[in-house]
């Protein structure tokens, strides 16, 4: 008789620990699955789900952590890729302004470019050409300035225009 209660006391808790084991296989299956799909947060939450349930589950742990690194790579990675875009777009923007002799896009445009390539020759070497190509251009713009002013104080009217015209140019 008291073998008996005993067995009947016995079997709802262990058939609540079957439960138990049964939700946490389940959720084990649905969480590996998810964090082989690579969807990593979704799989974090899952394991987390286990743990909740089941704390010393050391295979959910591990991959509770797995997750988490997963998903820093994955956001490095994207990261990466993202300022490789932004790269490339600033790299055609500067090029662009240094063919149409628009310096003052194409110097700002190639520096944040560099700034992303850092070890890139061929934009540090667009943009000292184009910080070359600035510099000659103020130069000249300096000197055609002093020259037209300079022929308009003597009242020598047709050469001043020429100056003007050709610092319109620039």
Known sequence: EVAELRQREVRPEQKRLGDKRRKVDVQMQEAMQLFQSNAFSLARDKFKEILAVDPM??????????????????????????????????????????????????????????????????????????????????????FLRKRGHELLEKNELEEALSFLVKLREL
């Open 57 to 142: 589950n050391a295979e959910a742990r591990k991959h509770r952590i797995l997750c988490d690194e997963k998903r820093f790579e994955l956001e490095r990675a994207q990261q990466k890729k993202g300022q490789a875009d932004s790269a490339a777009e600033l790299l055609r923007e500067g090029q662009e302004a240094l063919a149409r002799r628009d310096f003052e896009r194409a110097v700002p445009a190639l520096e944040k470019t560099l700034e992303l390539r850092k070890d890139d020759p061929e934009v540090a070497r667009l943009l000292a050409q184009a910080r070359a190509a600035r510099d000659k251009r103020e130069t000249e713009i300096a």
